[in-house]
T-cell receptor, first 113, second 111 residues
Framework: NAGVTQTPKFRVLKTGQSMTLLCAQDMNHEYMYWYRQDPGMGLRLIHYSVGEGTTAKGEVPDGYNVSRLKKQNFLLGLESAAPSQTSVYFC????????????FGSGTRLTVV | DAKTTQPPSMDCAEGRAANLPCNHS???????VYWYRQIHSQGPQYIIH???NNETNEMASLIITEDRKSSTLILPHATLRDTAVYYC????????????FGQGTTLQVKP
């Protein structure tokens, strides 16, 4: 099925460990986004990409890095995880043209202990 | 991108129309109004969008005032499965497609 796939779905990290979250889309979308959602809160934009090889900072970029080496993949990295990064992470992709909606993945639930 | 204001919560009786308001008084001429919803802890789901005219699809209708400073999402016959957080977002001025989510409106559909 066409859509956005996030891996892994769940992960528990120890403080200081590193990990990479993978987002893959098969809709040939140019734009991709990483959001985080803390309990009872709305989504906050971490980083985004407007095309292969490009990345840009969102609202809450500190502590995260991203890469978009291939158009269909957008990776989110945590170099040294902190308990404050415990959250649900959502990836989304979108057509370039305005007036088209996002397609979201099902989320990655990350706990940092 | 323009900021939006939504009531934090609303109730609706099952089978009745749910009307969710949104204020976006600083919207600019090329910005769209988008509506998304998030059921429990799932990824947000796109519902509908509009620029100037009213829009309708299989899920909902979007009514945008003539001055474009506010809009209303209408779910014509709400069901229990429509219980969710509904986000109204204005976007389109930055050519990046990015959406800045607010707190949204928690809609509780009651039997």
């Amino acid at each position: 099925n066409a859509g956005v796939t996030q891996t892994p779905k769940f992960r528990v990290l120890k403080t200081g460990q590193s990990m990479t979250l993978l987002c893959a889309q098969d809709m040939n979308h140019e734009y991709m986004y990483w959001y985080r959602q803390d309990p009872g809160m709305g989504l906050r934009l971490i980083h985004y990409s407007v095309g292969e090889g490009t990345t840009a900072k969102g609202e809450v970029p500190d502590g995260y890095n991203v890469s978009r080496l291939k158009k269909q993949n957008f990776l989110l990295g945590l170099e040294s995880a902190a308990p404050s990064q415990t959250s649900v992470y959502f990836c989304a992709s979108k057509e370039v043209l305005e007036g088209y909606g996002y397609t979201f993945g099902s989320g990655t639930r990350l706990t940092v202990v | 991108d323009a900021k939006t204001t939504q009531p934090p919560s609303m109730d609706c009786a099952e089978g009745r129309a749910a009307n969710l308001p949104c204020n976006h008084s600083t919207i600019s001429g090329n910005e769209y109004v988008y509506w998304y919803r998030q059921i429990h802890s799932q990824g947000p789901q796109y519902i509908i969008h509009g620029l100037k005219n009213n829009e309708t699809n299989e899920m909902a209708s979007l009514i945008i005032t003539e001055d474009r400073k506010s809009s209303t999402l209408i779910l014509p016959h709400a069901t229990l499965r429509d219980t969710a957080v509904y986000y109204c977002i204005v976007s389109g001025s930055s050519n990046t497609g990015k959406l800045i989510f607010g707190q949204g409106t928690t809609l509780q559909v009651k039997p």
